[in-house]
Nanobody, 119 residues
């Protein structure tokens, strides 16, 4: 069983920053992509940032320049630092791990952590 546990959410003032962490456990292929998604009320879940085992990153346009995703492969943990927070960053943030093995694809999600940006 694969489990992802997020931490670091909460209430943050506009202009502030936060760091989310996601620790994975279980049988995970060493070559994978870990990512952060978010879902705001009434909106679809969207990709915020992703990082491969080799360190290649991808960011949504809405967070470029104020978001840094990183990972510790030995700890199976992914981090996301998000700064200059805006009210529109308010959402539930989900951690995801994805990998392919031959023709099969594997996708696992965390339970989500609420981030609220408000004064």
């Amino acid at each position: 069983q694969v489990q992802l546990v997020e931490s670091g959410g909460g209430l943050v003032q506009p202009g502030g920053s936060l760091r989310l962490s996601c620790a994975a456990s279980g049988s995970i292929l060493s070559i994978n992509t870990m990512a952060w998604y978010r879902q705001a009320p009434g909106k679809q879940r969207e990709l915020v940032a992703s990082i491969t085992t080799g360190g290649s990153t991808n960011y949504a346009d809405s967070v470029k320049g104020r978001c840094t995703v990183s990972r510790d492969n030995a700890k199976k943990t992914v981090y996301m630092q998000l700064s200059s927070l805006k009210p529109e960053d308010t959402a539930v943030y989900f951690c995801n791990v994805h990998w392919k093995l031959f023709v099969a694809e594997f996708d696992y999600w965390g339970q989500g952590t609420q981030v609220t940006v408000s004064s």
